[in-house]
């Protein structure tokens, strides 16, 4: 019997990013978690006996360097190898366009495979093969540099790719569920895309996902897969991730007063940490349903966002992003004072002078964010746009809040 743990998506000493990290207690626990995370796939390797850690891409994060990220790696690759245990690595997009990963002197129990691919034997019965990507880009499928499958053996073959795309991810080395089932590996590490996947069992094609996540479009608990090589191959996940980020609805229905949604709140809250499978999360509480509150609770927003803050620290393990308010109001419809103003905020907000200098606004905003934040923020015009609109349909609702609120 043979155990293989299966990672991707690193991404050391790549930032997590949140409100909630302005607390300083906060940025302390997590501001190295993607080691935390590398550390705990380390000793996780131990606990369980593995013969070899494979890495499918991306243990880098981007262009960036650092000697202490190089420090820290070497310390963990060089436990494995006096422990005996084997590293295979493949280069994703992202270790292609880190110089680290051309000039470390890796120790001897580490094999980097390199752009043309090849194949190594691990034990009598098993072989691994591996493609790195070449440079940062791999627009077309690198399916035909992998060599045959040994006949008669186990075969696992690492690959960092995007399939054929998933959400917040770019195109790389495009291929098929079935493209991978008709190259007649017994198992496909991938790598790439951030959220675990298990994309078929006959034979296994796995995204482990990133072992820590960054921020609140990657939650949950994060994971590597541990691999079980007998007669067949099983597998399981090993929980490695240091925080988590999650998202909880709380329905504010029948809740009559503000001592009723204020338990509620610290009840889901202390239930959620008591539940955590993570040292730490950041939590994005939204709240729905629908209260005769409602436009009191909008009006005081910085009233609610404090006692949800609170109520996260409280159990010693959470954290608050923020407060979305998505509440329905209890009232039946009519056309009153603020009614007819909501419609006269709707029409100003339809021209097209009152667009352009929610534009001009913006944009002399963002030019005080670094590039790299404006490329994320407004990748094109069209998103200038609806963020121009958004924020302004916003402030129309906050106006109103304030003035019902006030007259309820």
Not at 5 to 33: G, M, N
Not at 320 to 337: C, H, I, R, Y
Request: aromatic share 6%; with cysteine; hydrophobic share 40%.
């Amino acid at each position: 019997m043979i155990r293989i743990l299966h990672t991707a998506d690193v991404h050391l000493d790549s930032p997590l990013k949140s409100l909630a990290f302005q607390d300083p207690d906060l940025r302390e626990r997590v501001q190295t978690a993607s080691r935390t995370a590398f550390t705990r796939i380390v000793n996780s390797a131990f606990e369980k006996d593995a013969a070899a850690l494979l890495i499918a891409g991306d243990l880098f994060d981007g262009a960036a360097r650092s000697a202490q990220t190089v420090a820290f790696l070497m310390v963990q690759l060089e436990r494995l190898r006096e422990r005996g245990i084997r590293v295979f690595y493949i280069k994703g997009n992202h270790d292609a366009e880190n110089p680290l990963t051309g000039e470390l002197a890796l120790p001897d129990n580490v094999h980097v495979f390199d752009g043309r691919g090849g194949k190594i034997q691990l034990a009598e019965n098993v072989w691994i093969h591996g493609v790195s990507f070449a440079n940062r880009h791999a627009p077309e499928s690198l399916l035909p540099k992998f060599p045959a499958p040994v006949a008669g053996t186990i075969n696992i073959a690492m690959l960092h790719t995007s399939l054929m795309g998933a959400a917040g991810h770019d195109l790389y080395a495009p291929c098929t569920v079935g493209d991978l089932t008709a190259a007649r590996f017994d198992y496909w590490a991938l790598g790439h895309v951030h959220r675990r996947q298990v994309h078929s069992r006959e034979p296994w094609i796995v995204m482990p996902g990133t072992p820590q996540g960054r921020d609140i479009g990657e939650t949950g608990p994060k994971s590597a897969t541990l691999l079980t090589i007998d007669k067949a191959i099983n597998i399981e996940e090993v929980p490695t991730s240091a925080v988590e980020f999650l998202r909880l609805r709380i329905d504010a229905t029948d809740t009559d007063n503000d001592d009723a949604l204020r338990n509620r709140l610290k009840r889901t809250l202390q239930d959620t940490a008591r539940n955590l499978v993570s040292d730490s999360a950041v939590v994005r509480l939204e709240l729905t349903g629908r209260t005769h509150c409602r436009w009191q609770m909008l009006r005081d927003q910085d009233v609610w966002q404090d006692n949800a803050a609170q109520y996260a620290r409280s159990t010693g393990t959470l954290w608050l992003d923020k407060v979305v308010f998505n509440l329905s109001d209890t009232a039946e419809p009519g056309q009153s004072a603020t009614d007819e103003l909501a419609d006269i905020m709707k029409g100003i907000r339809e021209e097209s002078g009152f667009s352009e200098d929610c534009r001009t606004e913006i944009e002399g905003i963002v030019q005080e964010l670094t590039k790299q934040q404006r490329d994320r923020l407004l990748p094109d015009e069209a998103v200038m746009d609806q963020l121009a609109q958004r924020l302004a349909a916003d402030g129309a609702e906050r106006i109103l809040a304030q003035m019902k609120g006030a007259m309820s």
